[in-house]
């Protein structure tokens, strides 16, 4: 289940060497370009709407959040409601997705488990968005000794196994009532924004030194409006391509953290759990894997459709 | 994805084909004497003494032959040991051993088993199943002894019998009682009297003892090697054995080979020339290669494809001594009261749960110790001689005693937890058991799983409410189940204890006598079982991918695979 | 840059040992230890095997000799695997996870690169579809999936490719490909999606207005820009594939290192925790170094060394 190429490697970034950020109309005035947020914004959002991919992604996925929410309540049956005289059925009306091992509604559990999987799937992105983003601009933006001491860090917490820190949390978070989705994010948001760090930091590193951020600087611009407005902005793409990359990773690593102890425990399963379990059968009962893989990568590609037309938006240098 | 992946791959395979490189191992069937076997895990050692379960077994067994042999019955027969004469008071074995040689050609002797027994026992072996040699006279002593430079001391204990440490920097180390010291060809029981005759003798008598000798611990090794190279086991170069079969490769990981040994002094009857044992971990990709002819018998079965193999005879279902239970911590409210504790072991539906999740011919069990171990008289077994101590799903009596425990209808139970270790099989059971206890009885509860080393740290801590629990016998005998619940015993587990079990386990080790001796195992069971620490769940099975060309495969109920009778036909 | 390199060195040899250091003293505290068995070794055998291991001494004494027996390149035995070293463990399953590693960071780069420059150039025609659908693929279905489709598809049912195992050429192709899976994809999405960015810059426009053929302009202008994001990418998968994977060994029986990642600390086989971990952060901080002077040839904007004035 633990996937260290699946997880440790989420490398990638783009510094785009070479390309002289095309200092918009009036490059006297750069000071002014991220200056009016809220059109930047409004204006994003415009750019967005006009993507078709992007609004396709943009309602699947708030369909799949109203399914969550609402489609466990239709079901005729519940999630844990075992049948043991009827377990392996293959789908039929009855049960379109067909029954598990304890003769339990496959499609309920996948309708319940979009709950965990999404939440997971969402927040951790966030997190890693969160403190990659932060951590990596940072470090490449004072650079010199403040990155190799900050990217050293993230060496060694690359170096220590995930599987050590993640059994010495399910002891540390042992009856102590914490809900128990706050354990994963806090088991992913510990240790899962490392790659994201790398990418923005090895990005920042090369905008820093282009014209447009040394201009910037010489006007007397602050460090963190520097950093905030004009570099990380500017390094959207590759953060917004590893964002959505990590969303499939995050449901798939709550999989494994709930069979070491973190997590929701069963009877209830997620994605990540449903289709591990069910590849165990997947020779006769194939039906019990495809399913939650569907559900997977249905989500996986809304969030990029929708993630490539926010790339698009955001990236100030494709504005016109 | 697989439109690009088969595209590329035909395009490898266009060129694989051309150099010859494809290997479809499905030809030439035609009775050659070899087998491929998966032994599921890289074995930790085959150094015999430092064996630590059955894949270690497995191995060892093929190489060496101790004085007795299992049949395909369960019975020790004759193996190195010609014949034996066992004295009166049952206590002392003297063994006759017959002409056989060491794989370098030196001849196999009493002194080789007396070194061997000495060593696996010796504390700086730090044998992990050295206590099969506790039976022997001085052997639990000399195991339990302080070494200081050469020589081994009892540990020193002080006025109220502790033992007696001291600090050494940080450290406590026992202290040794320099007036007792042990030497071990004096004080251990087992003596070569002669090249040929081995005597033995025990503390008490144990009638299981003739079976122990065919245990891995117990085999011999061969002096002069041994005791002059200490990574005599390293590798194969310098493993001298004395078995049907020598080991001929370790590629580590990956597999190990093994080839009829010409010089066994049984080598008539041995069939097979060539052993290879596969070490596939994923029971899945294990099916695959047997499916696709690349290994003849698997030691492992995916439990969703079971009953369609055993249906079309690719797996097989061997006996297996073991129970799969649950344990109660008596210690905690409310499983300090029986009634609840009988009341739950009584809600649940055994044959639903073998019949319906686990699917390997198990048996639901409605008592501890399982079937499979000789009563007294001879062919007599002693579960049937022992019975059934509780009716499987018998709702109306649980929900009675829970009434009666104050919990009527399942109101006021307090809300636990059944703690198991991570697999899907356990997993399963588990949530059917919530489900059960909570259709029948109206009590809920919430599952938590855990690690193996931490769920092993909170069972053993009794940090826990209700625990699986699995246990496979060591010998057979019922002895191997019952004296692990003795109080305060390290495989108890429970907090239970019970001064009467714990003088019948006492008085059954004294006893020679078999009828009486049986007699007092059945009652300790009788009243492990109306105490009920413990809720039996099944009795285990052993399923195997075999194919139908491999006959005589002999598996025994420990797990213990040999491969000296079987052939290829 | 002399400096740099030296002061990298330095602080790489240090990342190792807090790496080591931390590791030690982190899984001491995971509960149980290597003797803990579901059957329990009387209380004397556990002494007696504490004892043989030293791991009766003082934790800090135990550290110490450690640190004293790695300096010297010792790791020490294995507790499980007696009669094993950690080194020898090393030296027998490092070779074959490298192996299997350099075929698959291969089939990233041969496949990853092509299809994302590919896409980008098709920039929302079908073909771009076709590369983002695959990439996708290969990021939504995880190894454990991918390996046992693969291995039913190619090994049990079209019987064209071994099931499993390790020793002939053959027995490469399935797990190779299982492990670059997410590589491709990964590489193809990074590449076409800065690839898209390059095309649009002033430079790329005059080389065409030149009438610079198109596959020069994307050779000679274009692809050293897009490198640089795919040798970010190689540092750390170079690292974590040539160490293996848990999954693609276990699922294909591979005698590889992978499995010992997870075995070793499932067993708290204490000595094999340390020596694979510090093995592989060794490697780890070792080709992150080579990304960053990669970085520095690439694009010689990019310094480390603190500018005297900012």
Same mark, same amino acid.
């Given at each position: ?5 699946? *997880? ?32 930047? *914004? ?16 943009? *309602? ?43 003769? $339990? ?95 923005? $930091? ?114 100030? $240098?494709?504005?016109? | ?48 003494? /430092?064996?630590?379960?059955?894949? +270690? ?82 052997? =639990? ?105 020598? /080991?001929? +490769? ?32 994923? =029971? ?18 995916? /439990?969703? +494809? ?106 006021? @139970? ?36 855990? =690690?193996?080393? #931490? ?9 826990? =409410? #209700? ?69 039996? #769940? ?21 797990? @213990? ?9 | ?48 095997? &504490? ?61 990853? !690169?092509?299809?994302? !420059? ?65 590589? !491709? ?11 898209? &960015? ?113």
């Amino acid at each position: 289940m633990t996937t260290k190429a699946g *997880w440790e490697f989420k490398e990638g970034t783009l510094p785009d060497a070479g390309a002289f950020a095309p200092a918009s109309k009036n490059s006297g005035d750069l000071q002014q370009i991220a200056g009016r947020p809220t059109t930047y *914004w409004s204006d994003a959002i415009r750019r967005v709407r006009r993507n078709k991919l992007a609004v396709i992604g943009f *309602w699947v996925i708030v369909a799949l959040f109203v399914i969550a929410i609402v489609g466990p309540m239709l079901s005729p049956y519940t999630y844990a409601e075992q049948d043991l005289t009827n377990t392996y059925q293959s789908p039929t009306l009855r049960h379109p997705f067909g029954t598990d091992q304890l003769g $339990r509604d496959q499609m309920t559990r996948v309708l319940y488990g979009s709950r965990i999987s999404l939440a997971v799937g969402v927040v951790c992105a966030a997190l890693n968005f969160a403190i990659g983003v932060t951590y990596g601009g940072i470090a490449a933006y004072f650079g010199g000794r403040v990155d190799n001491i900050m990217m050293r860090i993230v060496d060694i917490l690359y170096g220590i196994p995930t599987l050590i820190i993640v059994i010495l949390l399910t002891v540390l978070f042992k009856d102590r009532g914490v809900n128990p989705l706050v354990n994963v994010f806090i088991a992913i948001g510990l240790t899962y924004w490392l790659p994201m760090a790398r990418i923005v $930091r090895g990005e920042i590193l090369s905008l820093k030194e282009r014209e447009f951020a040394l201009a910037a600087k010489t006007i007397g611009a602050p460090n963190n409006r520097i950093l905030f407005k004009h570099l990380i902005p500017n390094a959207m793409g590759p953060i917004i391509v590893t964002v959505t990359l990590e969303v499939p990773s995050a449901i798939f690593t709550e999989a494994f953290l709930s069979y070491i102890g973190l997590g929701v425990s069963a009877p209830v399963a997620s994605w990540g759990v449903l289709a591990s379990d069910g590849t165990e059968a997947i020779r006769s009962f194939p039906y019990l894997v495809v399913f939650p893989a569907l559900a997977i990568s249905l989500t996986m590609f809304a969030f990029n459709f929708l993630g490539d037309g926010l790339r698009d938006a955001l990236d100030p $240098r494709l504005r016109q | 994805m697989r439109r690009v992946l088969s595209v590329v791959l035909m395009v490898a395979l266009v060129a694989a084909s051309l150099f010859g490189a494809v290997s479809c191992s499905t030809a030439s069937k035609a009775v050659v004497q070899e087998v491929t076997y998966n032994l599921g895990t890289e074995p930790a050692t085959i150094d015999p003494a /430092l064996s630590q379960g059955i894949p +270690e077994a497995n191995v060892i067994l093929q190489v060496f032959d101790g004085l007795t042999r299992i049949d395909k019955d369960n019975m020790p027969q004759p193996a190195i040991a010609e014949s034996w004469v066992i004295s009166d008071d049952q206590k002392t074995y003297t063994f006759t051993l017959r002409d056989a040689v060491w794989t370098n050609g030196t001849p196999v002797t009493a002194y080789d088993f007396e070194y061997a027994w000495i060593r696996a026992l010796a504390p700086e072996t730090a044998s992990q199943y050295a206590y099969q040699l506790y039976y022997i006279k001085g052997g =639990e002593a000399f195991n339990m002894s302080v070494k200081v430079e050469d020589k081994y001391y009892v540990q020193a204990v002080d006025a109220q019998g502790n033992p007696v440490t001291k600090k050494q920097g940080d450290k406590d180390v026992p202290v040794p009682d320099m007036t007792k010291e042990i030497v071990p060809s004096r004080d251990v029981a087992v003596k070569a009297l002669d090249d040929k005759t081995l005597q033995v003798t025990l503390e008490s008598p144990t009638v299981y003892f003739l079976n122990l000798t065919a245990f891995p611990t117990l085999m011999p090794v061969c002096k002069a090697v041994v005791s002059t190279n200490d990574k005599w086991a390293a590798d194969v170069t310098n493993f001298v054995t004395n078995g049907p079969f020598t /080991l001929t +490769e370790w590629s580590h990981n990956d597999k190990m080979t093994f080839v009829k040994n010409s010089t066994y002094w049984d080598k008539d009857s041995v069939k097979l020339d060539k052993i290879t044992y596969l070490m596939v971990t994923d =029971e899945s990709t294990a099916l695959s290669m047997f499916q696709n002819g690349q290994m003849d018998v698997g030691s492992t079965v995916p /439990l969703a +494809e079971l009953p369609k193999l055993v249906a079309s005879g690719d797996a097989k279902i061997f006996p297996y001594l073991g129970t799969y239970y649950y344990m109660f911590n008596v210690t905690k409210k409310p499983f300090d009261d029986v009634r609840v504790r009988k009341a739950l072991t009584l809600a649940i539906d055994r044959n639903a749960i073998v019949t319906s999740i686990t699917q390997g011919g198990q048996v639901a069990a409605l008592a501890y110790v399982p079937y499979g171990i000789a009563d007294a008289t001879p062919g007599s077994d002693f579960r049937r001689v022992g019975g059934t101590f509780y009716k499987d799903n018998d709702i109306a009596a649980a929900k009675a005693l829970l009434a009666e425990a104050g919990y009527p209808d399942g109101k006021g @139970f307090p809300a636990f937890t059944i703690l198991y270790n991570t697999s899907s099989a356990h997993k399963s059971i588990a949530e059917a058991i919530q489900q059960m206890w909570s259709k029948n009885l109206g009590i809920t509860c919430t599952l938590k799983v855990e =690690e193996w080393g #931490v769920y092993l740290d909170d069972r053993n801590n009794l940090n826990y =409410e #209700v625990a699986r629990a699995g246990w496979i016998g060591d010998y057979m005998d019922p002895n191997t189940f019952l004296d692990m619940f003795v109080t305060n015993g390290g495989n108890n587990g429970t907090g239970w204890g019970n001064k009467a079990y714990d003088a019948d386990i006492a008085k059954a080790k004294a006893t020679s006598d078999p009828v009486a001796r049986m007699a007092t195992l059945h009652d300790a069971e009788k009243i492990l079982m109306t105490d009920m620490p413990i809720m039996p #769940v099944y009795f285990y099975t052993n399923p195997v991918l075999i194919t139908k060309h491999v006959m005589n495969f002999y598996q025994s109920t420990l797990g @213990f695979v040999d491969w000296k009778n079987a052939y290829m036909e | 840059m002399l400096k740099f390199i030296l002061q990298r060195v330095l602080s790489m040899i240090l990342v190792v040992l807090i790496v080591a250091t931390a590791t030690f003293f982190m899984m001491r505290m995971l509960p149980s230890g290597p003797f803990a068995r579901e059957k329990k070794l009387p209380a004397q055998i556990i002494q007696n095997l &504490e004892a043989r291991y030293h791991l009766d001494d003082p934790l800090w004494k135990q550290y110490i000799d450690y640190m004293g027996n790695l300096v010297r390149g010792d790791l020490g035995p294995s507790f499980k695997y007696t009669n094993r070293t950690v080194n020898s463990i090393i030296n027998d399953g490092f070779p074959v996870s490298a192996t299997l590693g350099v075929v698959a960071v291969l089939l990233s780069v041969a496949i990853g !690169i092509p299809l994302g !420059i590919w896409g980008a150039l098709k920039q929302n025609g079908w073909q771009d579809n076709f590369v983002m659908f695959i990439a996708l693929l290969g990021v939504s279905v995880p190894n454990f999936i991918m390996a046992v489709l693969l291995m039913l598809v190619f090994g049990l049912w079209l019987h064209v490719l071994p099931v499993a195992g390790w020793g002939s050429v053959t027995q490469v192709i399935l797990p190779a490909f299982t492990l670059a899976g997410y590589p !491709i994809a990964f590489i193809a999405r990074l590449v076409r999606s800065s690839m898209i &960015e390059v095309l649009r810059q002033e430079y790329i426009t005059t080389a065409r207005a030149k009438g610079i053929s198109e596959r020069l302009v994307i050779l000679r202008h274009a692809l050293r820009n897009i490198l640089i994001p795919v040798v970010t990418v190689l540092g750390p998968l170079i690292a974590s594939v040539f160490t293996g994977s848990f999954v693609v060994e276990k699922i294909f029986a591979i005698p590889g290192l992978g499995r010992y990642y997870v075995t070793s600390i499932n067993d708290r086989d204490y000595t094999t925790i340390l020596g694979v971990t510090i093995f592989y952060s060794a490697l780890l901080v070792f080709m992150n170094f080579l990304v960053d002077l990669t970085y520095a040839w690439l694009d010689p904007r990019i310094r480390y060394v603190e500018r005297k004035v900012s």
